[in-house]
């Protein structure tokens, strides 16, 4: 759930947030299913908002074997909310600074 379109961004390296490949947009009243790999360290960027609050960042963590995650992140004036579940349970996520990237293959955070 957002209250703006949501844009969503996967890292092939998560490492350094490398190889971006973006989903297509997500409007608000659209839920949209994605496949991680498990075990594997994901790190991830999404977008939401409009002029006066624009939220981007790049977030990190661990998928689980057999969990379904749900994602919702929104814009308030002046900040910027975002959490995942799994179930009922909040999932704790890394924020990793974002970096400027000169291509779709750049670094866009740090390790």
Not at 2 to 10: D, E, R, S, Y
Not at 82 to 88: K, P
């Amino acid at each position: 759930m957002t209250n703006g379109k949501l844009g969503l961004a996967f890292y092939e390296i998560s490492k350094n947030c490398e190889r971006r490949k973006s989903l297509p947009i997500i409007k608000p009243s659209e839920e949209v299913t994605h496949v991680v790999l498990a075990d594997q360290e994901l790190s991830f960027q999404y977008s939401v908002g409009f002029s006066e609050t624009y939220c981007l960042l790049n977030l990190r963590f661990l998928p689980e074997d057999g969990h379904k995650y749900v994602f919702n992140a929104k814009s308030e004036l002046f900040s910027c909310y975002w959490e995942m579940n799994d179930a009922t349970k909040k999932v704790s996520m890394e924020k990793r600074e974002w970096l400027r990237g000169d291509t779709e293959n750049s670094a866009f955070c740090k390790d």
